[in-house]
Structures are given as C-alpha cells and as structure tokens.
C-alpha cells in the first residue's frame, strides 16, 4: 500500500501577499545559514533564515509592484530581482547592506522570468522578454551589454514569450535559450547567431512554465491545459515529443527538475505540488496543503542529499517546506 503523503516540514508566514517566486541558497559551506527568498505580490523580497524559520530582512525595491524572480549572481549577497515595475535589479547585502546597486528597465509588460547563465568567473548572461512583444534580449552582466535580440521570422505568430531558460552543455560549448511562448511552441534559439533551430507545438495554449536537463537532452513544459509535455533533444539539435503525461486538473504554474535529476515538482492552479519520477515521469506524491493556486516550486541547493528541500509558495500567502525523496 502506498505512504500516505506527508505534511510540509515547516510553514512560512508572513509576506502579507500571494508569494510568487523562490529560490534557495544552502550550498555554502557551514556553518553558512542556509537562505531562502521569496519574491511577493506586495513588491516586498523576503529573505527567510531556514534555521529560525524567520525572516531576516525584507527588501522593498519594486515601487509595491509584485516580484515574479529572485536569484542569487554568485554567492547568497549577491541578488537579482525581477518585478511588474519593469525593472530588474541587481542588490548587495553583504555585511547587512539591502541596497540596490544596478538594474535594467526591460519595458516589458508580461510576467516572463528572466534566465541567467554563468559564462565565465563573474560574467553572466541573461535572457529577458524585450519591449517589442515577441522579442527576448539577451545582456551581459555585470555590464549590462547587449549581446542580441532574439526575433522570430515575419510571420510566425509565436506571440509573446511566457518562460526562458538559457543554457549550455559545458563552458566550451556555445550558449542555447528554450523559450515557451504564447502560441503553446517551445523554441530552441542559438543565441551567437540569433537564429532558431528548431521550434515544436508543445500545446494548444500558452507555455507556462518550462524545464530543462542538459545532461539527458529532455525537457518538459505546462500550460493552462491538463498536459504535460516531455520532449527531447537529437544531435541535430530538434526537438521532437516525447511523451505527454495527462493530470487530473488543468494549470501549470511553475515546473522544475531537482538538481540531481531524480524528481522533478509541478506547481497547480488546482492548489497542489505533484512530485514525479523524471526518468519515467512516473507520479509519486501530491502534496495537498495549500487553499489557493500554488505559484512557484523550487528545490533548495544543499550539498548533503538528506538535508534537500522543497519549497512552494501560494497566492495564499504562505510558503510551505518539505522534506521528500531526500534518501534517493
């Protein structure tokens, strides 16, 4: 008979808001505290110690405007935020500062997350959706110099993209974006040349939320819909579907693939965190805790196996934390 599934570790309150995005910094060495910040509707960042379940600072950098990413650019003072203020921001809080030091005006009036890519010892790349409704512009950070931007062909009616991920097999090879956009296509873009690959139909509606595993060329993408779909790479760099997987309810929120490429957690419209297999994308848990639509999913970065985490935050305002498949 299969476990019931189990009740979060800890819960998080106190954004006062639907909490939007998440992102763990735990792989420093000890006795590092292990961080994680949450992006919320009210504009605030939290900044949450996972030893005292508290919040440690409280970050207000968005005009209230709700906040929709949060990374950290090479170590947990170094972080980046994105808001519907149209402003990325770049922030120092080493030795308790909370100031921002830079930031981009993207003058883009959708929600699509920004992707960063690490290229070299303090150089980054990020891919943004661009004013011009279809376009996604890809920067060089800390410079903030413009490498390209991506334009689909006259006439493909992609629409506006809705998620990007900016990846690359290994630091000789030349940076690739996966960009999901409102026509349900998943387009796979060259980022040196500006030009597309490959582009495959993915679903009838607009992509939501994407993943990628270089190492296994496969990725997996939702959408409004009640499917998901998984589809892979070949050496000719096209992408083809490799299996849909039909849910019991519609919305896709937020999706991502664990770092050790185990198990990979969805985010619901339909209030719940599914967990699956990623080899076979067999389910094995439905984490049924939050009373609203859960926004965003996101796997903590410990070094230990055992101390692995996963949180999701919800439009009703709290974050819940597990501890799940932490053995595998």
């Given at each position: ?120 010892q303090g150089r980054w790349l990020m891919a ?201």
């Open positions: 008979m299969a476990l019931p599934p189990p009740d979060p570790q800890f819960v998080l309150r106190g954004t006062s808001a639907a909490v939007h995005t998440l992102h763990f910094s735990c792989g420093g060495p000890e006795p590092d505290i292990p961080l994680l910040f949450s992006g919320s509707e009210n504009g605030f960042i939290h900044v949450w110690n996972l030893k005292t379940h508290r919040v440690d600072t409280a970050l207000d950098g968005h005009g209230r405007k709700s906040v929709y990413c949060v990374e950290t650019v090479g170590g947990k003072d170094r972080l980046l935020s994105q808001g519907r203020d149209q402003r990325i921001c770049l922030w120092d809080l080493a030795e308790g500062r909370t100031s921002v030091t830079d930031s981009v005006f993207t003058e883009h009036v959708g929600f699509c997350r920004c992707s960063l890519l690490k290229v070299a943004m959706a661009a004013r011009s409704l279809e376009e996604v512009q890809i920067l060089e950070l800390p410079s903030k110099t413009s490498v390209c931007t991506l334009k689909p062909e006259v006439g493909a009616k992609l629409g506006m993209p809705m998620c990007l991920k900016l990846w690359q097999l290994n630091c000789d090879s030349q940076p690739v974006l996966l960009a999901g956009y409102e026509d349900g296509s998943v387009v796979l873009w060259n980022v040196s040349m500006g030009k597309v690959l490959s582009q495959l139909i993915c679903h009838q509606e607009p992509v939501m939320s994407l993943d990628f595993d270089a190492e296994k060329a496969k990725g997996i993408s939702g959408s409004s819909e009640k499917v998901l779909s998984i589809w892979s790479l070949n050496e000719q760099q096209n992408l083809q579907v490799y299996k849909t997987h039909e849910l019991v309810n519609a919305g896709i929120s937020d999706i991502t693939i664990r770092p050790d490429k185990k198990i990979l957690a969805t985010a619901g419209w339909d209030h719940r965190i599914r967990i699956f297999g990623w080899k076979k994308l067999k389910p094995l848990a439905v984490l049924d805790y939050h009373t609203a639509t859960v926004h965003c999913v996101s796997f903590s970065d410990h070094s230990n196996p055992r101390e692995r985490l996963l949180a999701a935050g919800s439009k009703d305002q709290r974050i819940s934390v597990w501890s799940i498949y932490a053995q595998t």
